[in-house]
């Protein structure tokens, strides 16, 4: 077959550390099947499923089987993450070297969606994490600081009426884990960074020489709180769409380094989840096919990544982090072909209908987005291509 890529740009194939594949459990709005074609599409090679699944991935049996069924999609590399503890918001620790020592050799783990909260049971996870030399990942969220919260705290949601998620609940448990890692020695890695001070702290975390990484989300580099005023449940993600200025903060973060990745935190709702009122409804948005499109509009386009700056950090951070390389070695050299062929010049409007997933809540509906991932190899063969996901 031959693949023909004039005019086309070629990358690393993507990675992303956050993807909720809701498989087990919620298999009417994502299965491994149809969250790996969704990956193919998007332009990804990998994709670290999280933890939060029913029953939560806090085993071995139950990374091994996402591991598996990863295998025998064969559209995508599917990375179990393993849950920190046992149970939803679990209160004990989870058996880490059990997870990655088995088949699904697990290197990373995290909260199920519920922040750990309570600082010694952190500690511990950190501790135990160095042992293994896996990472921890962090959902910084300080529970007693959200409850009943609805949207970002600020101007919008008080005129609104709606119970506020404070930035400063995000920023105390980054604060917090970064002296714990500091304190261990651990790999911290921080979920979906939202607001200005978090961006800020974590600045201040790596001049320390503290081990700390960060990923950003697409909907938060491009979207905020300006689209509440419609109360449509679709751009309800947790932690909520912050301020404008937060999210000029947050590129150029990502410009800078100072964030290190893009991860999609692709959370499938079925309709109705989302097709109801704005405080019944369950926080999250698709990401996988629209990543590469809402960086290019917010990053490339406006001059603060080059194509280079795109394979750093929606493949090469990614794969740092997670210790897919081999002494930070870019995945694509001496590696094999697993590649990225984007159009850049392409522009295409987005319909959550046509999109892989079984769910179809993206924030992006009906918005034209520039750049259009081509074709996807993973290991040199290929797994989508101009629209298709092909095992
Ligand atoms: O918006 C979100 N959705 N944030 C999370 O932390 C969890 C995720 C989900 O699983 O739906
Ligand atoms: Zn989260
Ligand atoms: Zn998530």
Redesign the pocket.
């Known amino acids: 077959e031959v693949v023909d890529a004039t005019g086309l740009i070629a990358l690393p194939g993507f990675i992303d550390l956050h993807t ?1 594949l ?1 498989e087990p459990g919620r298999e009417d709005t994502e299965t491994i099947a149809t969250g790996s074609a969704a990956a193919a599409l998007g332009g990804y090679t990998a994709v670290f499923a ?1 933890a ?1 699944t029913d029953p939560v991935a806090d085993n071995a049996v139950i990374v091994e089987h996402v591991w598996r069924r990863g295998r025998e999609v064969g559209l995508v590399d599917v990375y179990p993450v393993g849950a920190v503890t046992v149970g939803l918001a679990g209160e004990r620790l989870a058996e880490l070297g059990t997870m990655a020592n088995s088949q699904a050799q697990v290197r990373m783990f995290s909260d199920d ?1 519920h922040c750990v909260a309570d600082p010694l049971l952190m500690r511990r996870a950190l501790e135990y994490s160095t042992a293994l030399d896996v990472v921890i990942a962090q ?1 910084a ?1 300080e529970p007693r600081l959200t409850v009943g919260a609805q949207a970002h705290e600020g101007e919008r949601a008080a005129r609104l009426g709606l119970a506020g998620w404070p930035a400063a609940a995000e920023e105390a448990i980054i604060a917090r884990d970064c002296l714990l890692a500091r304190q261990t020695g651990a790999r911290l890695h921080v ?2 960074v939202s607001t200005a001070g978090a961006a800020e702290l974590l600045r201040w975390a790596k001049a320390q020489g503290i081990t700390v990484s960060a990923e950003v989300t697409p909907h938060h580099l491009l979207l905020d709180d300006e689209r509440l005023g419609t109360f449509d449940p679709v751009n ?4 909520p769409l912050r301020t404008a200025a937060d999210a000029k903060v947050l590129r150029e973060a990502l410009a800078e380094g100072v964030l290190d990745c893009v991860a999609t ?1 692709h ?3 079925a309709a109705q989840d989302k097709d109801c009122e704005w405080a019944a409804a ?4 698709l990401g996988l096919q629209t990543a590469l499109s809402v960086v290019v509009a917010t990053m490339v386009e406006p001059g603060l990544l080059d194509w280079r700056g795109v394979a750093r950090v929606m493949s090469e951070r990614p794969a740092q982090i997670a210790g897919l390389t081999d002494q930070g070695r870019p995945i694509a050299v001496g590696e094999p072909a697993n590649l990225t062929l984007v159009d850049p010049a392409a522009r295409w409007t987005v319909r959550g209908g046509e999109l892989a997933s079984i769910a179809a809540n993206t924030p992006y509906e009906g918005m034209e987005l520039p750049g259009r991932v081509v074709t996807t190899l993973l290991r040199g063969k290929v797994t989508a291509h101009d629209g298709k996901a092909r095992s």
């Open positions: 909720h809701r999280m939060n969606g959902h969220e979920c979906h309800k993600v947790n932690p935190d959370a499938p709702h369950r926080p999250g948005m």
